[in-house]
C-alpha cells in the first residue's frame, strides 16, 4: 500500500480511537524495571531438613491441626514443633530477615500468621516517602525505598535474596496461612529474589496482591493458594524461567494468575521457539474476575490447567502502559479446560458492594469486585497480541464467545510512532480446539493480518480466514463494533460508572448501543425508501423492491440483536437489492450512485457472510457507512417537493 495512503487510513482509525476513555489507560502499575538478561534457570525442590523454622507457641493448636495427618507427617511436624521451640521464629519474616546466603530453607509450620510486627501503617521517614502516587492509590516505590520501609506495602518483605526456598509443612495449602487482614499492599513481596520457591501454604486477603514475585529470574509457585484479594492472586512482573504448578486461586478483583511482562525472549521469531520464559502447568483458577490475565504476557506456556466460574477465563493484553515486552506475543495455550465463565461480577459494582471498604465487602462469601470492563461470557480473550497460539484446549459452556480477538492501538500504551499504531492482533493460531455449548466460538473486530481459525462454526465474522489460506489485512476494525469498544472502555470502579448502552454490564434489547445504531440507520433508510417509492420510482417493480429493501432493513435491527447469526449478512444483501433494483430504475447520477451504494452493501455482505476479501486495508462496511451518510442526504434533495414552477418546467 502506498505510504500515504495507509498514513491516511491510520489517521482515520486514530481519530476513532484517541476517543477511547482516558479509564482504558489505567492498571497496574509498578517502578520502571527491565526484564532479566536470562542467565538464570527453573530452580529445583530441595528436600531435606529446614535451615530456618517458623511456627507459633500454642502447642493444643497446633496439634488440632495436625490430628488429621498421615501419621509419617505428623510425626514430622511434631518432631519440627519441638525443635521451632527452642531455636525458631514467630514471624515469617523474622526467618526472611536471618537468611545471609543463597541456598537456605525456611519451613512454616501449620498455623495462622497474621505477621503482627509487620501490620502497623509507617511512621517516621517512611510515612513521607518522596515517591510518585499511581492512579491506584498506592506509592510507586524503588527498590532502595522498598528495602527502606519494607512494611509501608507488604505484610512480608523478601528482598534480595537469592536461592530462597519456603515452604509450608501442612498436609496441603490451607494448613498453612499468612494473612494480611486487608492491612496491606501485597502478603508476600519477593522483589529480585532469583532462585525463589514457594510451596505448600496460602496467602490471603490483601488490598492487592498475595504473592507477588517481581524482576526475578528463576521461580517455582509450587501447591500455593492464593485467595480474596482486591487485584490478583499470583502476579509475577518482569521476571524469566518461571513455574507455576498445581496451584489455585479465586475470589479475586483481577486475576487469579497474572504473569505480566514475562521476558520477551521470542519477539520476532514464528510459531516455533526455543524456550518460553514462563510455564504454568495444573493449575486451577476460579470465581475470579478473570482467571489468567497477562498485559505483555510474552512466552507464556499455559497447559493442563482449567479455568471456570470467573466473568471471563482468560486474557492477554497489550492496553496498559508501562509494562516491558509490549506488544504482547507468543503465548501458547493448549489442553486447558475452560469453561462456564459467566459470572456477573458488575452487580456488585451497581449495588455499592464494591464501595464498601475491602474488609466489609463479603470476598470470603463470593464477592468479586471487577477492577476493568472486559466483555463477561467469554473463554479467551485477546485484546492487542501476535503469534499467539491456542491448540487442543477444550473450552463451552460460554454466554457470550469461545474467543475474543480484539485489536488495540500502540497509543494506549503510550507508544505514539505511526508504524506502531497497528502492530497487534497478528498471527495468532486457533487450532484443534474442542468448543461446545457457547454462544459463539469467535468474535473478532477484524482489525490484524495472519490470524487463522479452525473448526469454527458460529463467529462474528461469519467467514473467517481459515489456516493456510489467504486472509485479510485491516489496519481498523469493524466499525460498529470500534463504537462499541469505546463505549465499553468507559468502566470505572472507583466511580461506579458502568456504561449505559454496553451489553457488557447488562444493558440489553433496545438499550445497547449497537442496537440503537441499526434501529437509528434503518428508520432513515426506510423513510428513504418510501418516499423514493412514492416520488421518484416508475416502475411495476417499485413496490417489490421496496419491500425487499425495508424487509432487508427491519433484518438489520434483528441482526444488531443477534450478531451470530445470519442476519447481519443478509439484511446487508436485501438492502443492496433494493438500493440496485432502485438505482437501475431511476439511473442519472444519482441512480447510478445508488446502484454503486447497492454493489457495496452486496460487497460487504459478501465480505462478512462468505469470504473476507484479503487485498483491502479496510472493511467494506466503512466505504459503505460513509458514502450510505452521502447517500442520504442526497436522497432528501431528490424527495424534497418541488415547487410547483419546476414541476412545470420539468413536465415541459
Not at 500515504?4 to 482509525?13: F, K, N, P, V, W
Not at 475470579?288 to 470467573?310: I, K, L, P, R
Amino acid at each position: 500500500m502506498p505510504l500515504i495512503a495507509r498514513r491516511t487510513l491510520s489517521l482515520l482509525g486514530l481519530v476513532l480511537v484517541f476517543l477511547l476513555p482516558a479509564s482504558a489507560a489505567l492498571a497496574h502499575e509498578e517502578r520502571e524495571v527491565k526484564l532479566p538478561d536470562g542467565t538464570g534457570s527453573v530452580p529445583v525442590y530441595r528436600q531435606g531438613e529446614p535451615d530456618l523454622l517458623v511456627c507459633k507457641t500454642d502447642k493444643s493448636d497446633f496439634q488440632r491441626r495436625i490430628a488429621k495427618f498421615p501419621d509419617e507427617l505428623r510425626q514430622r511436624n511434631l518432631r519440627l514443633f519441638a525443635r521451632c521451640q527452642k531455636e525458631g521464629f514467630r514471624h515469617l519474616q523474622e526467618a526472611v530477615d536471618r537468611v545471609d546466603g543463597p541456598g537456605m530453607n525456611i519451613a512454616i509450620l501449620p498455623g495462622l500468621y497474621l505477621e503482627e510486627p509487620g501490620q502497623p501503617a509507617p511512621t517516621g521517614e517512611c510515612a513521607d516517602l518522596k515517591a510518585r502516587w499511581s492512579s491506584w492509590g498506592y506509592q510507586i516505590l524503588s527498590y532502595e525505598q522498598q528495602v527502606q520501609c519494607p512494611h509501608n506495602q507488604n505484610l512480608v518483605a523478601i528482598l534480595g535474596k537469592k536461592d530462597l526456598q519456603i515452604e509450608g509443612t501442612g498436609a496441603g495449602p490451607l494448613d498453612v496461612i499468612i494473612d494480611a487482614q486487608y492491612r496491606k499492599l501485597n502478603a508476600i513481596r519477593a522483589d529480585m529474589t532469583d532462585g525463589v520457591y514457594f510451596r505448600n501454604f496460602t496467602a490471603q486477603r490483601t488490598t492487592f496482591n498475595s504473592l507477588y514475585i517481581l524482576a526475578t529470574d528463576g521461580f517455582v509457585i509450587d501447591r500455593m493458594l492464593t485467595r480474596w484479594n482486591d487485584e490478583y492472586g499470583f502476579l509475577t512482573f518482569a521476571s524469566d524461567h518461571g513455574l507455576y504448578t498445581d496451584c489455585e486461586s479465586y475470589g479475586n478483583g483481577d486475576s487469579g494468575i497474572y504473569p505480566g511482562s514475562a521476558s520477551n525472549i521470542n519477539d520476532g521469531l514464528g510459531y516455533e521457539v526455543p524456550r518460553y520464559a514462563i510455564e504454568i502447568r495444573r493449575c486451577k483458577s476460579h470465581h475470579n474476575m478473570v482467571g489468567y490475565s497477562g498485559t505483555a504476557g510474552d512466552s507464556v506456556w499455559v497447559h493442563d490447567s482449567e479455568f471456570w466460574g470467573n466473568l471471563a477465563g482468560a486474557t492477554m493484553d497489550s492496553a496498559f502502559p508501562g509494562h516491558p515486552g509490549l506488544p504482547q506475543n507468543h503465548a501458547k495455550f493448549e489442553n486447558n479446560k475452560i469453561y462456564d465463565n459467566n459470572a456477573a461480577y458488575y452487580e456488585h459494582v451497581r449495588d455499592g458492594t464494591c464501595a464498601k471498604p475491602p474488609a466489609e465487602r463479603g470476598y470470603e462469601k463470593g464477592v468479586v469486585c471487577p477492577q476493568i470492563g472486559l466483555p463477561p461470557g467469554s473463554g479467551i480473550i485477546t485484546a492487542g497480541g501476535n503469534w499467539n497460539v491456542f491448540r487442543n484446549n477444550q473450552i463451552w459452556g460460554h454466554d457470550n464467545a469461545a474467543f475474543n480477538l480484539m485489536a488495540v492501538p500502540a497509543f494506549i500504551r503510550g507508544e505514539e510512532a505511526w508504524d506502531k499504531q497497528f502492530d497487534t492482533s497478528h498471527h495468532n493460531l486457533y487450532t484443534g480446539n474442542l468448543l461446545k455449548d457457547n454462544g459463539a466460538d469467535v468474535y473478532w473486530d477484524g482489525q490484524g493480518s495472519a490470524n487463522c481459525w479452525e473448526g469454527v462454526r458460529v463467529a462474528s465474522p461469519a467467514a473467517l480466514p481459515g489456516c493456510g489460506a489467504t486472509g485479510p489485512a485491516r489496519v481498523v476494525a469493524e466499525p460498529v463494533k470500534l463504537v462499541q469498544m469505546y463505549l465499553c472502555n468507559d468502566y470505572s470502579i472507583g466511580e461506579r460508572r458502568l456504561p449505559g448502552g454496553c451489553w457488557w454490564f447488562g444493558s440489553s434489547g433496545l438499550a445497547r448501543v449497537e442496537v440503537q445504531l441499526a434501529l437509528g440507520g434503518s428508520v432513515v433508510l426506510a423513510l428513504m425508501a418510501v418516499l423514493l417509492w412514492r416520488r421518484r420510482l416508475r416502475s411495476r417493480w417499485a413496490l417489490p423492491l421496496t419491500v425487499v429493501g425495508l424487509a432487508g432493513l427491519a433484518l438489520d435491527v434483528l441482526g444488531a440483536l443477534d450478531g451470530y447469526s445470519v442476519l447481519p449478512a443478509a439484511a446487508l444483501a436485501l438492502t443492496g437489492l433494493w438500493l440496485l433494483g432502485a438505482g437501475w430504475i431511476m439511473r442519472g447520477a444519482f441512480g447510478w450512485f445508488t446502484v454503486v451504494l447497492g454493489v457495496l452493501h452486496l460487497v460487504d455482505a459478501f465480505d462478512r457472510a462468505v469470504w473476507m476479501l484479503p487485498l483491502i486495508p479496510i472493511g467494506p462496511g466503512w466505504i459503505r457507512g460513509l458514502l450510505t451518510g452521502v447517500w442520504v442526504l442526497c436522497a432528501v434533495v431528490v424527495v424534497a417537493p418541488r415547487r410547483r414552477a419546476e414541476r412545470e418546467e420539468a413536465a415541459a
